[in-house]
């Protein structure tokens, strides 16, 4: 029998079969297969938990075609599109849509092309209804920006009160301003060149060590005889000008005070014993002070918990305006004895604030970065100030009554015209932020300015260049302030003293 053939027999369980050789190497080798897959399996290398399916090439040559044919549908669209040729139109358009005006390497016809793809994607209806979308959110955003509320009694006879104050004021102010420029050219600049030949020598007059913790605040008294300083001792001091002696030491505060401030009568006509001082503290605490005694002599509660910053009387000296941390400013009725307004309007803390001369308007700086100033008479805010980069710390107005001054944590200083309701100038000041803006008083011929970078400078007005810088403190520099007789310059610092300086100017 050949090796070819085979021969086969049967048991009861199965069948063995002899076959040639190759099918024998066939058979063992499927075996082997199906062992390699049984330990792949058991092993959990082989998942068997459901079954392949074939692919359907059909269904996909199909899928290719309907994409093919709804990109050629959308090209078609694409090209009826009536889209302009004015190149800002077209970026316009696509500021719009919410897409970039301009791509790495697209010039005009390939932005126009985009522009016209853009627009067979969304539909002819698509831009319009964007821009109603637009145009509905920004009435919406409007109309929960501004709103109104009704007053007390107290302060409509309050803003009458102003108006009536400030009236007779702006007038005198506007008749000394066409006396002036009735004056020669001539002679405005030879006054000029006299004021900065004293400005630039200036020198320090006294220097005083004025507490153990820093002099955060300072300030002339009316007559120029007296200086008052604040310290994150809580302590309040009274020194005489110019021998920088202590008078009085005020007592009351229990933490950080923020700033204290003359009442604009007291040391002139206003009785020792009446309110000729104020106070504000950073546990929220204000505090009213006599010039006869150490201990205040009424509070203003309302403030707590949050901090108050700045304070600053009216120049009638019958309110008092206070800046808050919860984002508003208060002005209180010294003669009611009570809170009369609780204007917000700033996102962030209120940090200083100003009144013009004549008493109708006042300049609030906010830590949002902006300026806002305020109609006293209407309770308007009047312009809003928008230019600076981080907060603003100090704020004030010049004599003439439409200039305003702004110092910012931004290292900048700028000139604001409220005439034109526009910024007219930016100084880059300082190399630290800015603490205080202080114009001369009347005439508002220079502006000083105090920074954290431990120097004062002085700029000339209008031109706002440089005329000095003084260089003396070896700390922060908190504040800054002229005498009303213009001869001293006091400034405080972290470095726990306040200096004098004369400028010696009429």
């Known amino acids: 029998m050949s090796d070819d053939e085979g021969i086969g027999y049967v048991k009861p369980d199965r069948v063995i079969h002899y076959g040639s050789l190759e099918e024998r190497l066939r058979l ?3 075996a082997a297969g199906a ?3 049984k330990a792949g399996i058991a092993a959990g290398n082989i998942s068997i938990a459901g079954k392949a399916e074939p692919m359907d090439l059909e269904a996909e040559v199909s899928a290719s075609k309907q994409e093919l044919l709804d990109e ?7 090209r009826q599109l009536a889209v302009s040729t004015d190149d800002g139109e077209v970026k316009a358009y696509l500021r719009q849509l919410g897409e970039p005006i301009c791509l790495f390497g697209e010039d005009k016809a390939d932005r126009r092309a985009r522009l016209r793809l853009l627009l067979a994607a969304l539909g002819e209806g698509a831009l319009r209804k ?3 979308l637009a145009y509905a959110r920004r009435d919406s955003k409007y109309d929960q920006a501004t709103w109104y509320h009704e007053g007390s009694e107290t302060l409509r006879q309050a803003r009458v009160w102003i108006a009536q104050y400030s009236l007779p004021r702006s007038h005198f102010r506007l008749e000394k301003a066409r006396e002036e420029e009735a004056t020669s050219s001539a002679q405005i600049n030879a006054k000029q060149q006299e ?6 020598a200036m020198t320090i007059e006294s220097s005083q060590i004025g507490d153990t913790r820093p002099i955060s605040y300072c300030e002339f008294s009316p007559n120029s005889e007296m200086l008052v300083t604040a310290s994150w001792s809580g302590l309040c001091k009274l020194w005489s000008i110019p021998d920088c002696q202590p008078i009085r030491t005020l007592r009351g505060h229990n933490c950080n005070v923020g700033a204290i401030v003359f009442h604009p009568y007291a040391t002139k006509n206003l009785d ?3 309110c000729c001082l104020a106070s504000c503290a950073q546990d929220g605490t204000v505090k009213l002070w006599s010039l006869d005694s150490e201990e205040p002599i009424a509070d203003i509660e309302g403030h707590a918990p949050y901090r108050v910053s700045r304070l600053a009387y009216h120049p009638s000296g019958r309110f008092l305006a206070t800046c808050c941390f919860d984002n508003s400013w208060r002005l209180w009725d010294l003669e009611a004895q009570e809170e009369i307004l609780h204007q917000e309007g700033h996102s962030k803390p209120v940090y200083d604030i100003a009144f013009q001369n004549d008493g109708a308007l006042c300049a609030t700086g906010g830590m949002d970065a902006f300026g806002r100033v305020w109609d ?3 309770g308007r805010c009047v312009m809003f100030m928008e230019g600076h980069l981080k907060s603003v710390l100090g704020i004030d107005f010049s004599p003439d009554g439409y200039h305003l001054a702004t110092g910012s944590e931004d290292n900048t200083v700028k000139i604001w015209d409220l005439r034109h309701r526009k910024l007219v100038y930016t100084i880059p000041a300082h190399k630290g932020l800015i603490s205080k803006v202080k114009f001369q008083p009347e005439h508002g011929n220079y502006l000083i300015t105090a920074s954290y970078d431990n120097t004062i400078k002085i700029w000339s007005n209008p031109t706002w260049t440089p005329l000095k810088t003084l260089a003396g403190h070896e700390g922060k520099i908190m504040m800054v302030d002229i005498s009303k007789d213009n001869k001293f ?3 405080s610092s972290f470095d726990r003293t306040f200096k004098l300086w004369t400028p010696d100017v009429i």
């Open 28 to 30: 063992q080798s499927a």
């Open 35 to 37: 062992n390699a897959i």
């Open 72 to 78: 050629f549908e959308k090209r078609k669209k694409a």
């Open 130 to 132: 964007k821009n109603e």
């Open 195 to 200: 004021l900065h030949k004293k400005l630039r």
């Open 272 to 274: 020792n014993s009446a």
């Open 376 to 378: 006293l008479r209407t």
């Open 489 to 491: 310059i006091a400034s």
